[in-house]
């Protein structure tokens, strides 16, 4: 199959460092619906030839910019230009640091009448164009789900996919190799094998160790401990045996100290149940190898009746407690003792140690009906004949799966893979089983077209429904969108407001949380950051993964429950379990389940508070400034700083037999540097606020490596000066809008599936003036950008 997907080349907004944007009057008076405090265009013709033509000229032509030659009186025909200086001003990077500078009222007087004055004169297009679209992995794991009920992890079955400003759903970053091809056929046939399953499955094996699970796929139940969950796929009815390898029961057994007990779950039901140690294995212990290995039978190909698909297992031990908690039971004898002679001390006993294996299926019985049967299966061979049941199987599953109607030849064309392998011998389910996988297969499933109408470019109702969808749910549209839209009903008024708020109240709207919010945010990485164990010793995997699902459930509580998103940066909750808020300094939360607390400290609020956020924008040994600084650029005031030129010395490491300095000290030798300081003299007032934070997320006063008082007062670009995390906070949401916009701009362009251009501007203000009424609600938002051309039309 030839690739339908060619790169297109973007057209990037230069993005200058911003800070603490401001609107003027006139912006504020068109939120609020009344008109705008326009001044002449002379005055603000005399701003710019006093602090910005000097370099900006046809002559000097710094930064390939001349806005001389450009006339006021009509801004709106150098749109383009103008909404890349609006950028600058708002970030004080134009006139740059060092520069003199205009009042703050006159910038802010500019740029409310300038964006008041593109806003209403707008003549350029009202949207761009996106190519022809490949699902990413993301999308079709999803998909496959919806569609047959099969799990897929997107890591295991697809390579990762290009992206553009963290997001992956980017149409023109979707490219296709002949490899790539060849994984995503090899991909439908492995979930088309698994949803039809197997009724005469051969005998075979399959180990799950605790190395590869340390974070379980399947969260253990509460009242469980030392176990492993994980989804296996029963391919058939019939007996499965599960050997557990090693329960710690070596010489200095701690496992056999006290009787305890072991489970094993399959989609949340008991289905073994035995015990271990206590008096009555104590004889046998004592007998050596042979006693041990006589314990060990008990756990070694355990038989258990399962039905076939997809199912969650869980092995784990219920277990009293032996101490209150377990955190502070430690010590390093016990460390050399579990290596040596695999005991545990007290506050590890009772775990799996190699893992489970599980082998089957014996004596097949078939397949009952499964999820994925029941929706693939939508007719009985026996009763209607099983050419025709196959063909009503056929176009169900391609009309689902192509997300519109099929036509007949369609229909014929993919009934050839079923009959082919009749024909050769296959039974039935085999023959639907190759029809499945020639369907995952087709382009008409794999790639989304949007053609519109010819003559204005609006999406039709088939388009408009997949677009909404895949924004919303990460999927292609269920039964009842799709009807809407085949009937020509979705665009009626009111039909797409009342779709969007149907969907953004489904569970699988928590896509805006996993695969917007955290990539917008740059959250959902957190692998990547390796703290090092030497000055991090309490650092683990487990604690990264409390980072991670402290994010997500916080952020989730923000968008899924439709507040306003200004909450990101203010809300006084968090979630927290007895890790995490012992590694905050919190007390009185016990137990390893998360739930949601309110903060007293205020220095924990919002996003600025999360340890996800404050590792990810650290390097392994140190905090850094500059990175937080430009990570609250770009994520929450939509201003992303210039990288750096190849060349520019960033290296902050101590030099070897110097005295200590703090971050900051070093970070201000650095600033000295004039060309340095342009950019710098931005970003880091923010990062420096953050200090009081280490690397990990760890609230702190001192400098433990300078043994020096850590310094947070700074004073932003806007000439306020503040004192720390919590007063950085405050002028953040000062002027909500300029949050709001930034997280607009990131939804609109994860919706189109496109970067955004100069033309979508007035799009985004006008979205976040409206959502200003509604408090900028989650919904709010999404609603706008659903109604705006940029998401109803494709450009001509």
């Not at 496959?144 to 799990?151: E, H, N, Q």
């Not at 390898?245 to 989609?267: C, H, K, R």
Request: aromatic fraction near 6%; hydrophobic fraction near 40%.
């Amino acid at each position: 199959m030839k690739s339908l997907l060619h790169a297109i080349a973007l057209l990037v907004l230069i993005a200058s460092p911003a800070l603490l944007q401001t609107r003027a009057a006139g912006q504020t008076a068109a939120i609020q619906g009344g008109p705008p405090a326009a001044a002449a265009p002379n005055q603000h013709q005399q701003m710019l030839n006093t602090y910005c033509i000097s370099c900006h000229n046809s002559r000097a032509n710094t930064g390939g910019l001349a806005l001389d030659g450009l006339n006021l009186q009509d801004a709106a025909a150098n749109a383009e230009i103008w909404e890349k200086a609006l950028r600058k001003l708002r970030g004080h990077l134009m006139p740059p640091p060092g520069s003199p500078q205009p009042a703050q009222k006159d910038v802010d007087s500019f740029v409310g009448w300038m964006e008041n004055t593109l806003d209403t004169n707008s003549r350029g297009p009202k949207s761009g164009r996106v190519p022809i679209q490949r699902l990413n992995r993301t999308e079709y794991v999803a998909s496959v789900k919806a569609l047959v009920g099969v799990d897929l992890k997107a890591t295991d079955v697809l390579p990762q996919d290009g992206q553009v400003d963290g997001f992956d759903n980017i149409a023109a970053a979707l490219t296709v190799s002949p490899a790539f091809v060849s994984q995503y056929i090899a991909a439908g046939r492995q979930v088309a094998k698994l949803a039809v399953g197997n009724p005469k499955a051969d005998v075979a094996s399959t180990k799950y160790t605790i190395a590869a699970n340390s974070i379980p796929e399947v969260p253990l139940p509460l009242g469980t401990r030392g176990g492993i969950g994980f989804k296996h796929n029963f391919p058939s009815d019939g007996e499965y045996r599960f050997t557990i390898n090693d329960l710690l029961i070596g010489i200095y057994a701690s496992t056999l100290e006290n009787q305890s007990t072991l489970v094993i779950m399959v989609d949340g039901k008991t289905v073994f149940r035995q015990t271990i140690g206590g008096p009555e294995d104590w004889p046998l212990h004592a007998k050596g190898p042979k006693g041990r290995a006589q314990i060990m039978e008990r756990f070694s190909k355990i038989p258990i009746q399962v039905e076939a698909g997809v199912r969650d297992v869980v092995v784990a031990f219920i277990d009293r407690s032996h101490v209150e908690s377990p955190h502070n039971v430690a010590d390093p004898f016990f460390d050399i003792l579990t290596l040596s002679c695999s005991c545990a001390p007290p506050g590890r006993r009772n775990r799996l140690v190699d893992g489970v294996v599980i082998s089957g299926p014996f004596n097949p019985r078939g397949v009952s009906r499964t999820l994925s049967r029941d929706l693939i299966f939508v007719c009985d061979p026996n009763a209607e004949g099983e050419s025709p049941c196959a063909r009503k199987i056929t176009e169900n599953f391609a009309h689902r799966a192509f997300r519109r109607p099929v036509t007949a030849d369609e229909v014929t064309r993919l009934m050839q893979f079923y009959e082919a392998s009749r024909k050769g011998g296959g039974t039935f389910d085999q023959g639907i089983e190759q029809m499945l996988a020639a369907v995952l297969a087709s382009p008409n499933f794999l790639y989304r077209t949007i053609e519109g109408v010819p003559s204005s470019g609006a999406l039709t109702d088939l388009e408009l429904a997949s677009r909404l969808s895949f924004f919303l749910w990460n999927t292609g549209p269920d039964q009842e969108l799709l009807t809407l839209a085949e009937s020509g009903e979705l665009t009626k008024p009111g039909a797409m407001e009342k779709q969007t708020r149907r969907m953004l109240a489904d569970p699988k709207a928590s896509s805006l949380v996993t695969n917007f919010a955290m990539k917008w945010l740059n959250l959902d990485s957190l692998d990547s950051v390796k703290p090092d164990p030497v000055l991090f010793p309490g650092f683990n995997d487990q604690l990264r993964r409390d980072f991670s699902i402290e994010a997500e459930a916080f952020v989730s509580s923000i968008l899924l429950e439709d507040r306003s998103v200004v909450d990101l940066v203010t809300a006084d909750h968090t979630f927290l379990n007895d890790r995490l808020a012992k590694h905050y300094g919190i007390s009185g939360i016990t137990g390893p389940q998360f739930r949601r607390v309110t903060l007293n400290n205020k220095e924990r609020f919002g996003l600025l508070g999360k340890a996800a956020v404050l590792m990810r924008t650290s390097y392994a040994d140190r905090t850094s400034p500059v990175v937080r600084g430009a990570w609250v650029m770009d994520k929450l005031l939509g201003t992303p700083p210039t990288p750096p030129p190849p060349d520019t010395a960033t290296d902050l490491s101590q030099k070897a037999g110097e005295q200590p300095k703090t971050v900051r000290a070093r970070l201000e030798l650095h600033r000295e540097k004039a060309s340095c300081r342009m950019c710098h003299g931005v970003i880091d007032p923010t990062g420096l606020a953050l200090e009081n934070f280490d690397a990990i997320g760890v609230w702190r006063t001192v400098d433990e490596q300078a043994k020096a008082p850590i310094d947070v007062s700074t004073v932003l670009p806007n000439g306020v000066a503040i004192n720390g995390v919590v007063e950085l906070r405050a002028q953040l949401v000062d002027r909500p809008e300029m949050f709001v916009d930034a997280v607009t701009e990131r939804l609109m362009m994860y919706a189109i599936n496109r970067k955004l251009e100069y033309f979508d501007m007035p799009q985004v203000r006008s979205i976040v003036r409206a959502a200003a009424t509604e408090n900028y609600k989650l919904s709010s938002i999404v609603l706008g950008i659903v109604n705006s051309d940029a998401f109803r039309k494709q450009g001509l």
